[in-house]
């Protein structure tokens, strides 16, 4: 079964860290496509970072590059995000999300990712 799990999420203060894991398992999780989104209360769920199958490409919405670093462990089949200089408007559930057509690419469009994880909470204080 495959499935996706993060982890990591937390209250921070305003300019603080966090580090969130995204912990791939199945069959089907041979080096996707691979991105996260988050979801403020009341807004839409929003992309904010992809990384192609390989790991080479990266791409960022314009809030958090700079700030947010997306990355993979291949040995391990997990996805990160690295997120500094973190600020009040990044609170929001995170998800992490898979791609596994032959594509593999940088991919933005939440309907093009099959595999969802449940997310985890980001609080940012101000």
């Known amino acids: 079964q495959e499935q996706l799990v993060e982890s990591g999420g937390g209250l921070v203060q305003a300019g603080g860290s966090l580090r969130l894991s995204c912990a791939a398992s199945?069959?089907?999780?041979?080096?996707?496509?691979m991105g996260w989104f988050r979801r403020a209360s009341g807004k839409e769920r929003e992309f904010v970072a992809s990384?192609?199958?390989?790991?080479?490409?990266?791409y960022y919405a314009d809030s958090v590059k700079g700030r947010f670093t997306i990355s993979r462990d291949y040995a391990k089949n997990t996805l990160y995000l690295q997120m500094n200089s973190l600020k009040p408007e990044d609170t929001a559930v995170y998800y992490c999300?898979?791609?596994?057509?032959?594509?593999?690419?940088?991919?933005?469009?939440?309907?093009?990712?099959?595999?969802w994880g449940q997310g985890t909470q980001v609080t940012v204080s101000s």
């Open positions: 990384i192609n199958w390989s790991g080479a490409n990266t």
């Open positions: 999300a898979a791609d596994t057509s032959l594509y593999g690419g940088i991919e933005v469009r939440l309907e093009h990712y099959e595999y």
């Open positions: 199945g069959r089907t999780f041979n080096r996707p496509a």
